[in-house]
């Protein structure tokens, strides 16, 4: 299948005298483009990879830099140049060629490509990447190439087809190759990262627009017959139940699946109806239940006739009560921190579990039980290795700031990203709420749009709480509160706040009070200010640490006089790069409300946030 899709085309398509033949290729390829709109030739995403045979396709891939976009060109409205997806070699001196990934530079795959080389620091634009790989005839399996995430827009080739379409920065997305691999093949991703009005995230965010295939490619090879999805969790009221179901991809019959934790002297067995799919309840007596300072997993397998995966999954519940967040019915304090998916050190996109260890370890010591993965769906890495260390997880979609809440595209993608990260993450005990937007301004279709997110999030997943980080208003003199009708349909009241900040002095802080009217718990999903590492100064002066640390005690005086407060992620762990930070000396494009530098180092308002957490009792 083929493209025409640059403005050059266009005007080529109306110079050419229109004979039968070109009318006829216009129509197909117009059918092609449309049935290849956004998201397509995709299939439902498997989830757990990593725990199944897979070939890795990481490492370092041929690109070829294209701001004009010029590598669509199709070769049967031009014979004398092809398109970059078709991967040809500049070996034909007598015929024009103007590219050869072959002679290109490379890029590595997963990262971003503006850490990676200095004249891409700014880039958005597209740039193709190409990989060659061996692959060897398997009978009675099929295979998938699988994206952790590409950002933002993918279009991908294979042996010069496309094959399929993924729009969005951080959800994983896997696409069907059976039958349509060779010994040899060329894999070719166009990968465009220009942000756009309609687009989610918008035009504007205070994050670096990362582009690249940022995450882990993997060729995943399964029988005919495979477990694609599954739900092995708790069921929301009953904790001696373990509910969810299995999902078959390819059956055409009834099948028996097995369902084990050996741990537990657990085996049951469901049929699956036409469609591959079986309900799961199993009944447990004793249960050793994940929580941050024992989180425990079991080993579980599940087992068709074909295929067997193993997960290891935590059970817990979780759930609110008046003001308290109640994890497995005992009253908890998100002693929390927000993150961005950034590497501790270069500061460019992380994808490894050695980058998540890094940033995650500075959270538990700071004495940190839950973490904010801000603004978008973190890799998989990030959301395993908290659990394993004990650490709860506040996940979250790019629905940031303004967004063209009227289009219904718009709207279309946010829920595929929605869907997409609760798909890959439901079995995570220590994910317990979801985020559907981050600071969005009040109005009648933002609700409509988000309410709409909401209640799907609730028929996807009906066991976490569900939240979005909303504004607060000052309703007298230095009293505040939230108004937003959001509130009535989320089960936090959870805001960022920057008293102190963007909103005068930290002197504030002492005068100010709050009122809630509704009783449910109370979450500050975001506070701070910007401290330069190592700039001394008063603490009355902005971006000394001085005045950091001050805001931090101040702060933290101010929100234990709320009633009702739960949780807390200070905005942020670390100094985070941001097109829009350009103070010299001081910011040079870091956002600089990291308690930790860009270099790793921690400034003075770490400590004051340790010292509040480590202080803070467990409530038992
Ligand atoms: C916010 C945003 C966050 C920004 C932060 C800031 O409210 O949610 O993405 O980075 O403020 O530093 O201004």
Redesign the pocket.
Known sequence: MVFVKSQDELIFIKKTTMNCKSILLICFLGISSFLFSQNSGLSPQIINVNNRAIISLDGYWKTIVDPFENGYYDYRLHPSKTGYFLDKEYKDKTRLQEYDFSLEKSLHVPGDWNTQRPELYYYEGTIWYRKRFDWTKEDDKRQFIYFGAINYDAKVYLNGELIGEHQGGFTPFNIEVTGRLKNTNSLVVKVDNKRKPEAVPTVN???WNFGGITRQVSLVSVPTVFIRDYLVQLDKTNNKLIKGWIQLDGATSGETVQIQIPELKISAQVTTDKSGFAPIEIPVKKLTYWEPQNPKLYDVTIASTADRITDQIGFRTIETRSTDILLNGKKIFCKGISIHEETAFNSGRAYSIEHAVTLLTWAKEMGCNFVRL??YPHNEFMVRTAERMGLMVWSEIPV?WTIKWENPETYKNAENQLTDMITRDKNRANVIIWSVA??TPLSEPRLKFLSKLIMKTREMDNTRLVSA?MEKEEIGKNVMTVNDPLSDLVDLISF?Q?IGW?DGSWEKCEKVSWIFDKKKPVFIS?FGGGAQYNNHGKDTELFTEEYQEKLYVKSIEMLKKIEGLSGTTP??LKDFR?PRRHLPGIQDDF?R?GLVSDKGERKKAFYVLQKWYMEMQEVK
């Open positions: 965010a205070d994050w801000a603004h940031y981050n600071e980080a960022n920057y963007y975001e905005w942020i941001s956002n409300k």
